[in-house]
């Protein structure tokens, strides 16, 4: 599925906005890769839920930040549909999910009472009489499905034929984002005449 360029960089503002610095880079995914932007952000929206982040710039690392990131996604009560799979983010595997991920975040940051941070435009803060998160039940303990070991066409598939496919995606994820600025940019130009 091609990614949403538009929510993508309605997310990417909301999160500038809630940390309240620019983002490391253009690409979303990329800023979001190391699950460190993640981690600070849910800690924005209910402070102390991640005790530790991890800094250090190694893959092992970043997909624990990730994991912590959606657990603590899950203990604020965000259902496991709204979840998504660490390779979505890590490996860019499924970015429409880690959009919607952050789209129902956003949302369930609406309806907290203890949050009055910045919320994205397509997101509108709920009234002071709907139900919080702090009234829901606490969510159930986080717990790993143990399904054991799939076997997938792509386990037959050659480091070269993996790496070529990912540049394949890569760069057709960078013409698709220059289509949509362009776009985006040519709207402007005519609201302007």
Not at 37 to 61: D, E, Q, S, T
Not at 78 to 98: A, I, T, W
Not at 116 to 142: D, E, F, I, Q, T
Request: glycine residues 6%; hydrophobic residues 35%.
């Amino acid at each position: 599925a091609k990614c949403d360029f538009g929510l993508e960089k309605e997310m990417a503002k909301w999160i500038e906005e809630v940390l309240g610095e620019s983002l490391p880079s253009r690409d979303l995914g990329e800023s979001l890769k190391s699950g460190v932007i993640l981690c600070k952000l849910i800690n924005k929206i209910k402070p102390g839920i991640i005790k530790k982040i991890n800094m250090r710039a190694i893959a092992l690392m970043e997909v624990e930040n990730i994991k912590l990131y959606l657990e603590g996604c899950w203990k604020l009560g965000l259902p496991s549909s709204d979840l998504f799979v660490c390779s979505d983010l890590h490996k860019k595997r499924g970015m429409n999910e880690v959009l919607q991920n952050l789209l129902s975040l956003s949302k369930l940051a609406a309806r907290m009472s203890d949050y009055n941070g910045p919320l994205p435009s397509c997101v509108s803060r709920a009234g002071s009489s709907s139900s919080s998160s702090s009234s829901a039940p606490p969510p159930k303990k986080w717990k790993t499905i143990d399904i054991g070991q799939p076997k997938f066409v792509t386990d037959t598939e050659t480091e070269e034929t993996h790496d070529f496919r990912a540049l394949c995606v890569k760069l057709q994820t960078e013409l698709d984002r220059e289509k949509f600025e362009n776009q985006y940019l040519q709207e402007e130009i005519d609201k302007l005449k």
